[in-house]
Nanobody, 122 residues
Framework: QVQLVESGGGLVQAGGSLRLSCAAS????????MGWIRQAPGKEREFVAA????????DYADSVKGRFTISRDNSKNTVYLRMNSRKDEDTDVYYC???????????????WGQGTQVTVSS
């Protein structure tokens, strides 16, 4: 089993920056593909970003490409999501997720965190 705990969410002004962290326990992250997914109340979950085992491969949703950066530090068992140039539409609950694969991009992850609320204020 893998336990994922997100942190770093909160209220930020539009245009500002925020970094989310996802700390894993129960298993080393180095053998898991990781991703960030977000969801607004009453809406479906939306893929945000994905990163491979080694961090050599990444991908992003078109809506965040060029503004968000996913990264990982396997020595700290932690994955990050740097969010720059925040927009109102970035207000969502952000979930960290893991899948037992080298690389995965999508919504069908094996393990999920509890989510962290991010609110953009204009």
């Amino acid at each position: 089993q893998v336990q994922l705990v997100e942190s770093g969410g909160g209220l930020v002004q539009a245009g500002g920056s925020l970094r989310l962290s996802c700390a894993a326990s129960g298993r080393t992250l180095s053998s898991l593909a990781m991703g960030w997914i977000r969801q607004a109340p009453g809406k479906e979950r939306e893929f945000v970003a994905a990163i491979s085992w080694t961090g050599s491969s990444t991908d992003y949703a078109d809506s965040v490409k060029g503004r968000f950066t996913i990264s990982r530090d396997n020595s700290k068992n932690t994955v990050y999501l740097r969010m720059n140039s925040r927009k109102d539409e970035d207000t969502d609950v952000y979930y960290c997720a893991a899948r037992q694969a080298y690389w995965y991009k999508g919504l069908e992850y094996d393990y999920w965190g509890q989510g962290t609320q991010v609110t953009v204020s204009s």
